[in-house]
């Protein structure tokens, strides 16, 4: 059973930074596609970032400050965020994919504000 658990969030001043982790467990990821997605209140879950074999992705308002990456052999992807901003306040879920495969993790909220 895949499993994916977030971790890092928490309450941050507007232009700091946060670093999101997700172990993702009963899987290898080497061929999968790795993403972050946020949901704010009353709004839908948007792409934040994604990662795979072929490069990154990243949505136009987090280009720039946001990186995502992973390590294949810690079974780990991260989003290391900077120069947060108090529109980034969301719960941020982890995803993989690969073939028939789609899983989320749990959630984990990011609040920026002073």
């Known amino acids: 059973q895949v499993q994916l658990a977030e971790s890092g969030g928490g309450l941050v001043q507007p232009g700091g930074s946060l670093r999101l982790s997700c172990a993702v467990s009963?899987?290898?990821?080497?061929?999968?596609?790795l993403g972050w997605y946020r949901q704010a209140p009353g709004k839908q879950r948007e792409l934040v970032a994604t990662?795979?074999?072929?490069?990154?992705n990243y949505a136009d308002s987090v280009k720039g400050r946001f990186t995502i990456s992973r390590d294949s052999a810690l079974s780990t992807v991260w989003l290391q965020m900077n120069r947060l901003k108090p529109e980034d306040t969301a719960v941020y879920y982890c995803n993989i994919r690969q073939g028939g495969l789609n899983s989320w993790g749990q959630g984990t909220q990011v609040t920026v504000s002073s």
């Open positions: 990662i795979s074999n072929g490069g990154t």
């Open positions: 009963g899987t290898r990821f080497t061929f999968s596609v």
